[in-house]
């Protein structure tokens, strides 16, 4: 799913940038030139900004994960997409390619039921949107979108897998949109009944519930991240109302300061950090030997090294140590993108099912 | 003009490749996508011995999904890479438009992203493609913020073009025009030289009129500016090299 704000502050993103960004301030990541969550963060973060257009990430993500094969890191990407997104030609040119290459890459699809106002019923004639996943001859797994414990062991198991090899993987995460399409849709279409249905499995009511069981020992990480997330949200909320109009909005000249003050503006960058003077490397097809120099001369700095959640393949016994560690993000993230109790919590790996 | 005595007749068609196998040995960042472009060699033969040069990592055979092609090849530059994208007729382009002009064109702009990137294919008519496969785009990317656009005219200019343009930081899209490949020699040093994006060039010195071209109609504007020489009008033939240089 495009905008996922949830996934942007487990992987690290201030609330005050959220904030900011949603105003269209000067301070925000895109300095006003956007109100939603359109930005990215490559160097620190990770994280590829999504486009308003549907789907445009899946192929993006799938060619950061090959780069990332490519350069001898051992790195997953991970990116969302919704019910009515996977009806979009370049979610099946994407994930086909992907399969093709069995490149690294998990795709969480979403299932809150409505695109807009169109019940994922008129969308596509499946059951089960992961079954989509078959015509790629690529795994997929259904999970209970809205049971935080399920999500996060099955994105885990996932991005395991993924980084091991197995190649791109489909997650359908079923849920309900409870909301409406955006401030402005009241969400009339919506039967009460199936409100009524999903109301009562509100995912964060459900948590709480066996937040007490040793069950959820396993989240602990998240429950914590979740309450630093709540605390952080209400010092950006207290931030922006303190700050916000300190920060005016983008017009005219300040625009042009901002465009000045770009740090990568290519005109300043210039050509020659890729010059012909580089250093030759030989055996270049298997790319050993070419890494430690791509990573050092690229960008002038460490960008290739550090793009991933676990250190280069290199490193083969620290990435084995790191594994655990380096799934979580996504992981978490996978936590972030439940909206409601779903219907089959079918078909995990019994791996899952042993940890639940 | 000492690299020029030195240089050698070459093919149109040949400097597409030639300058990314020179600059591959020494950096291994640039990556060919394309379809048929790794065991067939390209459509055109542009990329011919790269795969076993280079092997598969570097020239990726790709499905007939053009949105995937441009999408993978910028996920790839975000990494730092410096991938080559090639459509197998330039017309294909447009089926990843929305990835070109909302992707591609707008990451550095909106959030910071440059994407180094190249995408490049032959384009015009002239050669019996039929109204599938001549035709000339690149001006809804000319009218594309956050693009650079290239159409060279002469073997010259394609080498050096193609290389300023997978050293540019932002994506570049480099036209080749079909008719010229193999019907226009000229010379090509064999060393390592560019020619600046965005800087025309007169083709043809002239007082009385200005012919402004580009690509394959330079060409011909050359013809005619003989022809109105022939009438005692001596015409001017600029040749703009880079449509649009501005990024």
């Known amino acids: ?356 | 003009m000492a690299a020029l005595r030195m240089a050698r007749r070459s093919l149109f068609s040949k400097p597409s490749s030639r300058p990314c196998s020179r600059r591959w040995s020494a950096t291994p960042a640039v990556v060919l996508i394309g379809e048929d472009v790794g065991v067939y060699g390209g459509a055109f033969k542009t990329s011919e011995g790269l795969l076993e040069r280079f092997g598969w990592e570097r020239v990726i055979d790709a499905p007939i999904s053009e949105s995937a092609i441009i999408g993978a090849a910028c996920g790839m530059s975000y990494c730092g890479l410096r991938p080559i994208c090639e459509m197998q007729f330039i017309d294909f382009i447009v089926c990843a438009f929305n990835q070109i002009t909302n992707f591609v064109a707008k990451g550095h702009y909106l959030w910071n992203a440059p994407a180094p990137m190249v995408i490049r294919g032959p384009s015009g008519g002239g050669v019996h493609g039929g109204p599938f496969h001549s035709a000339n785009p690149e001006m809804y990317f000319v009218h594309t913020p956050g693009l650079k656009v290239i159409y060279p005219s002469t073997p010259y200019d394609a080498k050096g073009l193609l290389k300023a343009a997978v050293r540019d930081n932002n994506p570049v899209l480099f036209f080749e025009h079909k008719f010229l490949y193999r019907r226009i020699k000229g010379e090509v040093p064999s060393g390592d030289y560019t020619v600046p994006i965005g800087k025309a060039v007169v083709r043809r010195e002239g007082k009385h009129l200005t012919i402004l071209s580009y690509a394959a109609m330079m060409h011909t504007s050359l013809e005619a500016a003989e022809a109105l020489a022939q009438e005692g009008i001596e015409a001017e033939v600029i040749d703009l090299r880079t449509p649009v240089a501005a990024g």
């Not at chain 1, 990435?319 to 972030?336: I, M, Q, R, T, Y």
């Open chain 1, 1 to 356: 799913m495009i905008r996922n704000i949830g996934a942007l502050l487990v992987k690290g993103v201030r609330p005050r940038d959220i904030f900011m960004q949603h105003m269209a301030k000067y301070d925000s990541p895109t300095k006003g030139k956007d109100g939603t969550s359109h930005f990215g963060d490559l160097d620190d973060l990770h994280i590829v900004s999504p486009i308003s257009m549907l789907g445009d990430l899946i192929p993006v993500m799938t060619g950061v994960a090959m780069a990332g094969r490519y350069l001898g890191q051992k790195i997953v990407t991970m990116t969302w997409i919704g019910d009515g997104g996977s009806s979009t030609g370049v979610f099946h040119e994407g994930l086909n390619f992907a399969a093709a290459q069995k490149a690294p890459f998990v795709l969480i699809l979403e299932n809150n039921l409505w695109a807009y106002s169109t019940p994922v019923r008129k969308q596509v004639p499946l059951e089960n949107l992961a079954d989509r996943a078959k015509a790629y001859g690529i795994d997929s797994y259904i999970v209970d979108g809205n049971d935080v414990v399920a999500v996060y062991s099955t994105a885990k198991e996932a991005v395991e897998r993924a980084r091991a090899g197995e190649g791109p993987i489909l997650i359908e995460a079923k849920s309900f949109r409870r909301q409406g399409h955006a401030q402005h849709d009241a969400a009339e279409y919506v039967p009460k009944e199936m409100r009524a249905y999903w109301e009562a499995r509100e995912p964060a009511r459900s948590l709480r519930k066996i937040s007490g069981q040793r069950k959820v020992a396993r989240c602990q990480g998240q429950e914590r991240d979740r309450g630093e997330d709540q605390h952080a949200a209400r010092r950006g909320a207290r931030f922006c109302g303190e700050f916000a109009d300190a920060s005016g909005r983008v017009c005219g000249d300040r625009r042009l300061l901002h465009r000045r003050r770009l740090p990568q503006d290519p005109r300043e960058v210039g050509a020659a950090d890729c010059g012909s003077d580089a250093a030759k490397i030989e055996r270049h097809g298997s790319m050993d030997g070419s890494r430690i120099w791509i990573r050092q001369r690229l960008r002038g700095r460490e960008r290739a090294d550090s793009f991933g959640d676990t250190p280069p393949a290199a490193h083969s016994s620290a990435g084995e140590a790191k594994s655990a560690n380096g799934s979580k993000p996504g992981a978490k993230a996978a936590v972030k993108s439940g909206g409601k109790k779903a219907a089959k919590a079918g078909a995990a790996s019994s791996s899952r099912k042993a940890r639940r």
